[in-house]
């Protein structure tokens, strides 16, 4: 990803090697991610750190978010959830764990390359990192919240199905490139359109409700329900209850996410690379 090819004289005639990414659509270089993986670690950790910082209730805020949609979800929407024929804060809770994990994936990564705008126009490294890491710093408040999930299915005397230790590392993943995919357009548009950041939020909010959170996605006459699985998160909610809770799953809508995400997952990349080029002038 990275080429030196190109080289200046300055006035004393010293040679100076100016590195920048490789210009055009490709260019994305596993090697070098891999070799920046620490650089990686420390933003995620360094997001955390901030995002939580002088807050009274500190990282509590990332298991307490979704548990107080959930007592709404519970007084206002327990009827569908009744339909599923498990206790209301087990159903919304299970679909609010991985949806809370891509929303706020998400929303990190679209602001990633703008909150470090400093560092982008004075240091080279692989602009993907920015986002990767903001991804990657979620993954805390998803254990978090998934540990307190687990906690309160014990509590009703509901255990998770074995199948879930195969099937919900695959949703984690699968959620992880969703939010990336998506983070990686949007983050490139936020750079040039800072309109962005506004629609952002009611995108989310429009997605929770078209991802089967509230409601059983199976529940919907066919073909509405195999179509919902253009949208990654529907495939993702419906299998993550039927991997914990033995709900109703739907292997085509699963199918049809998980062919959604990488169509996302690879234009995203494209799409970020052409653009990378003009970050640091922007910014």
């Known amino acids: 990803m990275v080429t030196a090819a190109k080289t ?3 006035e004393h005639d010293v040679p100076v090697q100016i590195i920048g990414p ?3 659509w490709v ?3 596993l090697r070098e991610l891999w070799e920046y993986r620490e650089l990686t670690l420390f933003f995620a950790w360094r997001t955390i750190l901030i995002r939580y910082k002088q807050t009274a209730l500190g990282i509590a805020w990332a298991v ?3 548990l107080l949609l959930m007592v709404v979800m519970t007084l206002f929407f327990g009827s569908f959830a009744k339909k599923a024929g498990v206790p209301g804060p087990i159903f919304f809770f299970a679909g609010l764990v991985p949806w809370t994990f891509f929303a706020n994936g998400l929303g990190q990564s679209s602001n990633s390359l703008v909150g470090n705008a400093n560092l982008l ?3 080279y490294f692989p602009r993907l990192v920015a986002p990767i890491a903001a ?3 979620t993954l805390l408040d998803f254990l978090l919240a998934f540990l307190i999930l687990i906690g309160m299915m014990v509590w009703y005397g509901i255990y998770p199905r074995p199948i879930a230790i195969v099937v919900i590392p695959g949703l984690v993943v699968l959620t992880f490139a969703a939010a990336l995919g998506l983070g990686l357009w949007l983050s490139a548009l936020n750079v040039h359109y800072r309109d962005v950041q506004y629609v952002i939020p009611f995108l989310i909010q429009l997605g929770l409700f078209a991802s089967g959170v509230v409601y059983a996605a199976t529940t919907l006459a066919e073909p509405w329900q195999t179509l919902l699985g253009l949208n990654p998160m529907a495939g993702v909610v419906t299998t993550f209850r039927w991997a914990l809770l033995g709900t109703p799953g739907n292997g085509a809508m699963l199918l049809l996410s998980i062919a959604s995400t990488i169509v996302i997952s ?4 494209l799409y970020f ?3 990378e080029q003009t970050f640091a002038d922007v910014l």
């Open 8 to 10: 200046a004289t300055t």
């Open 121 to 123: 126009s004075k240091v």
């Open 64 to 66: 307490l978010q979704p």
């Open 266 to 269: 690879v234009c995203g990349v």
């Open 22 to 24: 490789i210009k055009g």
């Open 27 to 29: 260019g994305f270089d």
């Open 273 to 275: 690379r052409r653009r």
């Open 135 to 137: 991804v990657t710093a």
